[in-house]
């Protein structure tokens, strides 16, 4: 049986990788990241899981990047209030490269929300990657 | 030699063939919208001390619900909102939401659309981790199939 714990590091395991890792300033977090935290970083999470046969959770990875101070012409103001797509763009593509229709001997994964972006209450923008997650249980010794 | 003769006409056949197929449609039908009724009951008793979401104004759990497509309309017993003490207006919602999804996926055949309809609800799952239906949305095989079991015994 794959505990929630479980799942999340086995998903971990797909995106802790230099590919995904040189990108972003922060580190890639089980669960939650620190309140303070600035950086970019990449949560991982469990929605929901089950004890089937073939045990089936949904994932959430989450990539968080600070919005950019922008300036435009014919405004003195910086603005803060937009995403900062020039790093959700390529982070969102590899995140979904790694974790789509991987088959490992143990789980695999498909991307089925490939990072719709959400507002969060401080402004911020993240980056949503959900997956369904299968493995099958290996404690069953009689099918 | 004996000769026999059909006292039914090929149009009788037929008739009695579309006739035992769309009673098997309407049994399949029938069971896939009790297996969503128990989900969404599944998906409203879910608190948040089990991974589910907490009521501020209970609109959430009130725009859980399904419906029936089937034959290009809803029937008035295939929409299950059942109302809550609060959350009116997220039930309304969630019926309103309901029939735009229908709108979009009705094709004729016996179609099942289990939905919360708050706006936020990808957010409370996305975001937050508090499951909000798909938990109980993959459910759903298994209690169909229960149901299918059922009415084979």
Redesign the interface.
């Known amino acids: 049986m794959k505990t929630g714990i479980d799942i999340v590091k086995d998903v971990k395991s797909l995106l802790d990788v230099p590919e995904l890792t040189t990108q972003i300033d922060g580190k890639i977090w089980l ?1 939650n990241r620190p309140q303070s935290s600035t950086k970019k970083d990449i949560t991982i ?4 899981s ?1 004890n ?1 046969w073939q045990q ?1 959770a ?1 994932v ?1 990875i ?1 990539i968080h990047a600070q919005n950019p101070p922008l300036s435009f012409a014919g405004s003195k103001n910086i603005d803060n209030t937009m995403p900062d797509i020039d790093s959700f763009e390529p982070l969102i593509k590899i995140v979904c490269s790694l974790t789509d229709t991987q088959w490992k001997s143990k789980f695999r994964t498909f991307v089925t ?1 490939a990072g ?1 972006l ?1 507002r ?1 209450p401080d402004g911020n923008f ?1 980056a ?1 990657v ?1 997956l369904d997650y299968y493995s099958i249980q290996e404690n069953f010794k009689n099918i | 030699m004996i000769l026999l003769t059909a006292d039914f006409s090929q149009a009788d056949l037929e008739k009695d063939i579309r006739d035992s197929f769309e009673s098997i449609v309407d049994d399949i039908a029938q069971n896939l919208f009790e297996a969503g009724c128990r989900a969404v009951d599944l998906a409203r008793a879910k608190t948040k001390s089990e991974g589910g979401f907490g009521n501020i104004t209970y609109n959430l759990r009130g725009s859980i619900g399904c419906v029936l497509v089937l034959n290009h309309s809803i029937a008035d017993e295939h929409i299950y909102f059942p109302p809550l003490t609060a959350g009116e207006d997220g039930r309304q919602d969630g019926i309103s939401y309901a029939r735009e999804i229908a709108l979009l996926v009705d094709e004729g055949e016996p179609v099942l659309i289990f939905c919360a309809g708050m706006f936020y609800a990808g957010y409370v799952e996305g975001l937050e981790d508090y499951d909000v239906i798909t938990g109980s949305s993959k459910k759903l095989d298994s209690l169909f199939k229960a149901l299918l079991n059922e009415d084979r015994n």
Request: negative net charge; without cysteine.
């Open positions: 669960f999470s469990l929605l929901t089950n089937e089936n949904v959430n989450r929300n719709e959400f969060q993240v949503l959900q």
